[in-house]
Structure formats: C-alpha cells, structure tokens
C-alpha cells in the first residue's frame, strides 16, 4: 500500500467527520478542544467546496444522541448512520464513488474514537488505497492512552498526521488562492492545543 506521499489537492480530497455526538461530549478528552478545530475544518471545507461525510453511531439502547450543535453539518455531502465502528460503509462508498469527478484520492480524517472509529475507518480507507490525513488536533479518545497508541497504529498503517491549521493551509497551497484571506480567518486565533498531544 505504500507509494508517494503528495500534497493535499482541492478537487482529490474529501473530509470525514466521525461521530462527534453530544453523548461522547462529557467523557472524551479535550472535547472542547476537537470540537473547536473540527468546527473549522467544516468551515473550511465550505469555503474550499471540499466534500464531506458525517457519520453517526446508533444501535444503542439509549442512543448515542446527534452530531454536536457547534458542528454545523448542513452542507454535508452525507450524514449517515452506522453501527459498525468504520466509517467505509455502502453508503459511504457509493458516495465516495462520485465524488470529486471520481478522483477521490484523499480522506482528511477527524472526530471521535481515536482507537475506535478512527483506526477502523482509516484502516478500511487505507486497504481501499485512499491516502489518509488524520487530523491529530481534532481526533481523541476517553482514554489518553488509548489515543497516543492509536496514532502509532496509525502512522504504522501509512496515514499521515497532521494538523487543522496545516490542512486547511496545505490546500491553499499559497497567498494567492482565491479563498485565502476566507481561510485566514479561520486560523488567525490560535487554535485550542493545551493537552492535546499528552501520551498519558
């Protein structure tokens, strides 16, 4: 599955948004944190015209609730629901077939659990020969540990981590995009990052 690792490209590119509910809200580290940078991400991704999927866990017996209020997911290419733990479903695969002129090459991947949802989907993403993106600012778990761990299965699998400010400014790619001082905007505060790259 290796090959060349490529900047990120406009038209090539989808992001995925995994399962940032309002249940996951009081026990997932740095909520408010991921939360923040997975809000501009999805504002981001309304500027640029980069087509997203959302996902949603169901199937349990008090539910699991909806995508987060912060999160505006209206534009979304998909939301979907699920109760496996990835997010490469039929659903979403039939999606991903059409999109970016059928020359989907890379997922931007963010959201919630980072041994979970996140290194299933990325996993499956990754056997299927998508290059993956995983947002390390906007990706956490219950568990600290369990999270730095999944990044290291991660980076074993060939994704690449990274940031939401060096998403959004790689596919800019310079000051002269059109959409560049829309996209300033959006990572002129600094981003909310105290804790998020504890190990334990």
């Given amino acids: 599955m290796s090959r060349l690792i490529r900047k990120l490209v406009q038209n090539q590119t989808a992001f995925f948004l995994c399962d940032m509910q ?12 991921i939360t923040e940078n997975c809000r501009r991400l999805l504002e981001g991704a309304k500027i640029l015209e980069i087509p997203v999927v959302v996902t949603e866990q169901v199937g349990y017996p008090k539910g699991l609730k909806h995508t987060v209020k912060e999160l505006d997911i209206s534009s979304a290419a998909g939301v ?3 109760t496996v733990f990835s997010m490469v479903i039929p659903e979403t695969e039939k999606l991903m077939s059409t999109m970016c002129d059928k020359k989907l090459q890379t997922v931007v991947l963010f959201g919630i659990e980072a041994h979970v949802c996140i ?3 990325a996993l499956d993403l990754r056997a299927k020969d998508y290059e993956v993106h995983v947002v390390a600012d906007g990706v956490s778990s219950r568990s600290l540990s369990d999270r730095a761990l999944a990044f290291e299965r991660l980076k074993q699998a060939g994704c690449i981590m990274t940031s939401a400010e060096t998403v959004l400014m790689e596919l800019l790619g310079s000051k002269d995009h059109p959409q560049f001082k829309a996209v300033q905007k959006l990572v002129l505060d600094r981003a909310p990052d105290t804790g998020l790259y504890q190990t334990s």
């Fill in 80 to 82: 979907f629901d699920k």
């Fill in 119 to 121: 290194l299933h989907t």
């Fill in 22 to 33: 309002e249940a996951f809200r009081p026990n997932v580290k740095y909520f408010a944190e």
